[in-house]
T-cell receptor, first 115, second 108 residues
Framework: GAGVSQSPRYKVAKRGQDVALRCDPI?????LFWYQQALGQGPEFLTY????????KSGLPSDRFFAERPEGSVSTLKIQRTQQEDSAVYLC?????????????FGQGTRLTVV | RKEVEQDPGPFNVPEGATVAFNCTYS??????FFWYRQDCRKEPKLLMS???SGNEDGRFTAQLNRASQYISLLIRDSKLSDSATYLC?????????FGSGTKLNVKP
């Protein structure tokens, strides 16, 4: 497909369970971002990759959150020992090489519900 | 203080009305500016980039005032299909900062 693809679209996890969220960026996009969006809020930055390098992970809320992009394409966001406050939509975005006015393209997101 | 501040609305307007949204950003070194549109339970999608000279795309006009760190979006002749949440977005190096969004409801 031409756009950013995320899977699964929906995930229900029991508290304490580990989850893995996948993102397939647009082919050739160097930059990849993960965002967390709570209901009624704008997306909040989690982490950023340039190719396979994780250059910024300052937005990850705790050490239970881990992201990787080992080959510079597909990325996985892993959340260990999920808590109820982790319930949110997790959005992945990609963009071309860093530059002024380079917009980000978003996937449809994974809606995580922790019960 | 949030990086990007927006009035959450909602703005309830009749079809054909003109409506304006504003946002402010806190980092004067911010490099790029955008308006995104987000429909209910969908992902954000780029509406338009915002340039210092101001720019127009059909019924949509965006303005940027770097001195005041202020961004605006004007929608003319509102359509029912314009109902959505409009997100003000600022790029600073490797991060896109989002406002909380302004909700627009266009009524028949």
């Amino acid at each position: 497909g031409a756009g950013v693809s995320q899977s699964p679209r929906y995930k229900v996890a029991k508290r304490g369970q580990d989850v893995a969220l996948r993102c397939d960026p647009i082919s050739g996009h160097v930059s990849l971002f993960w965002y967390q969006q709570a209901l009624g809020q704008g997306p909040e930055f989690l982490t950023y990759f340039q190719n396979e390098a994780q250059l910024d992970k300052s937005g990850l809320p705790s050490d239970r959150f881990f992201a990787e992009r080992p080959e510079g394409s597909v990325s996985t966001l892993k959340i260990q020992r999920t808590q109820q406050e982790d319930s949110a939509v997790y959005l992945c975005a990609s963009s071309r090489a860093q530059g002024a006015n380079t917009e980000a393209f978003f996937g449809q997101g994974t809606r995580l519900t922790v019960v | 203080r949030k990086e990007v501040e927006q009035d959450p609305g909602p703005f309830n307007v009749p079809e054909g009305a003109t409506v304006a949204f504003n946002c402010t950003y806190s980092n004067s070194a911010s490099q790029s500016f955008f308006w995104y549109r987000q429909d209910c339970r969908k992902e954000p999608k780029l509406l338009m980039s915002v340039y210092s000279s101001g720019n127009e795309d059909g019924r949509f006009t965006a303005q940027l005032n770097r001195a005041s760190q202020y961004i605006s979006l004007l929608i003319r002749d509102s359509k029912l299909s314009d109902s959505a949440t409009y997100l003000c977005v600022v790029r600073n190096f490797n991060k896109f900062y989002f406002g909380s969004g302004t909700k627009l409801n266009v009524k028949p």
